[in-house]
């Protein structure tokens, strides 16, 4: 598994107003947007392309064009959908797949309740977008149901990451194409499950609670 950790003074302002309880929800949202473009960039490096040939006023040149079948992106819901624009800023061209996932605050576990995918997913570049990757239960979840709609390549963009929720995603997907793009990596799970100091609960502090 390769892991990116972002290292840009932006990144970490951004995040530092996300972080702060006292960000009202428009701006978390609008934050979480922007954070997610500049993280896509990184996460995007290795997007599969092709040859072609374009005419500039000025003559003749190579370039690049997306290769098909391009690129999905796949939001984990509810908290991943206030990561749909900013990614889909950068690649508007994407495809766009959804899982609906939910943590059970008591086991931890995730249950999956929605999902919306293409068939096959073997030609396919996965990217999944969950800000929270806390015991990496969901993160996990999610990139073993791609896997076994045929994916063999997935790249996953959180805001924060957990230590032991990396390493344990880590553990799992040993020998597989997985790639994880990170805001930041926190110190450490609570007694709870929530990522320290992290910024509390990613899908409240966009939507408010359910
Ligand atoms: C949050 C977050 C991740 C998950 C991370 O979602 O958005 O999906 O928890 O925790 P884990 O790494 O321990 O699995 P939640 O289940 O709260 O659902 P929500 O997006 O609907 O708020
Ligand atoms: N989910 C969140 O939204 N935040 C955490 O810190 C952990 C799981």
Redo the contacts with the bound molecule.
């Keep these: 598994m390769r892991v990116h950790v972002a290292d840009h003074p932006l990144v970490t302002h951004k995040l530092t107003v996300l972080r702060d309880r006292t960000t009202p929800s428009p701006t978390f949202r609008a934050l979480a947007e922007e954070l997610v473009t500049l993280l896509a960039y990184e996460a995007t490096r290795t997007v599969r392309t092709t040859t072609v040939q374009v005419e500039t006023p000025v003559e003749s040149t190579e370039g690049l064009a997306l290769a098909t079948p391009l690129p999905l992106v796949v939001p984990i819901l509810r908290?991943g959908l206030g990561m749909l624009e900013g990614m889909v800023k950068l690649v508007p061209t994407a495809e766009v797949g959804f899982l609906g996932m939910v943590?059970n605050e008591e086991t931890l576990e995730p249950t999956v309740y929605a999902e919306r995918l293409p068939a096959d997913l073997a030609e396919r570049q996965c990217f999944v977008l969950d800000?929270?990757l806390?015991t990496g239960g969901s993160l996990l979840a999610a990139i073993e149901y791609l896997f076994d709609r045929g994916a063999r390549d997935v790249t996953a963009i959180c805001l924060i990451a957990a230590p032991e929720g990396l390493a344990a995603v880590e553990r799992a997907t040993e020998g597989r194409d997985v790639t994880i793009v990170l805001g930041a990596l926190d110190e450490r799970l609570d007694e709870k499950?929530?990522?320290v100091p992290?910024?509390?609960?990613?899908?409240d502090r966009l939507y408010g609670t359910v």
């Design positions: 908290a943590r800000p929270m806390a499950g929530y990522i992290g910024l509390g609960d990613a899908g």
